[in-house]
């Protein structure tokens, strides 16, 4: 009904003033007098609607800028999060992710391909572990990893997986790409690990994302799975606009 309304007074306010008193017309003649105007006028409710959603893509894409000012910093420049691909490259595509996204490990040979045309992006990987135990195992495990040097073995050993991500699996995985586990063990108490994670859960709630994968390149908030070309698309825009 809220939106009935709104794009009946758009529709109202196209056609002009209403008459005397229109203050205290009712909701029932409110609809007689847009019904009134469809028929006279069929092609004002394409007009209204188009004018109320780009009303509504201008208020969005201000707001997404103003979230993405304050967090920029971290989430292109956050220590504590592993960079792939060139550390030194002009565009950056932050990618929240889970292990056990399906959606996530089809993403992942996306972006695969993406750096490998493309030898001027940084990938800052954010995990976000939100579909069960598993995942936050091989999450902290992934994260563990980089003090032995080896996340980005890992982590493409991880999306492999064909299986779902726990800590059998994961440990498997560990093995196979050199790890000494009982190191991985040790560090993944380390306090970073939970600050990353955490860091993660806030900026995700901040942007408005609600699942995995999740991207942010330039002024792009980019929920959802995404092909090679449309992320190519975003970071030629990103690389054009710099």
């Avoid at 504590?80 to 490990?105: H, L, Q, R, S, W």
Wanted: some cysteine; charged content about 25%; hydrophobic content about 45%.
């Amino acid at each position: 009904m809220k939106t009935l309304l709104t794009a009946a007074g758009v529709a109202l306010a196209l056609l002009g003033p209403l008459p005397a008193m229109s203050s205290d017309l009712s909701e029932e003649r409110i609809k007689e007098l847009v019904y009134e105007a469809i028929r006279e006028n069929p092609g004002i409710v394409m007009e209204a609607v188009e004018l109320l959603q780009a009303q509504e893509a201008e208020q969005q894409a201000a707001a997404a800028s103003q979230v993405l000012s304050a967090h920029r910093d971290t989430l292109e420049n956050d220590p504590n999060a592993p960079v792939i691909g060139n550390p030194d490259g002009d565009v950056t595509v932050v990618e929240f992710f889970d292990y056990n996204c399906p959606y996530c490990k089809r993403a992942a040979d996306e972006v695969k391909a993406l750096m490998a045309d493309d030898g001027n992006i940084r990938i800052v990987y954010r995990e976000w572990p939100i579909l069960g135990e598993g995942s936050v195992f091989a999450a902290r495990a992934a994260l563990a990893s980089r003090s032995q040097g080896k996340y980005e073995a890992f982590h493409w050993a991880l999306m492999e997986l064909k299986g779902r991500a726990d800590e059998a699996s994961v440990l498997q995985a560990a093995e196979k790409v050199g790890l000494d586990i009982d190191k991985l063990w040790e560090d993944m108490d380390a306090p970073e690990i939970e600050e990353h994670i955490a860091t993660s859960m806030a900026l995700t709630q901040a942007l408005g994302f609600s699942g995995t994968p999740s991207f942010v390149i330039g002024e792009a908030l980019v929920p959802g799975y995404v092909e090679k070309k449309q992320l190519q698309d975003l970071v030629e825009k990103t690389r054009a606009e710099n």
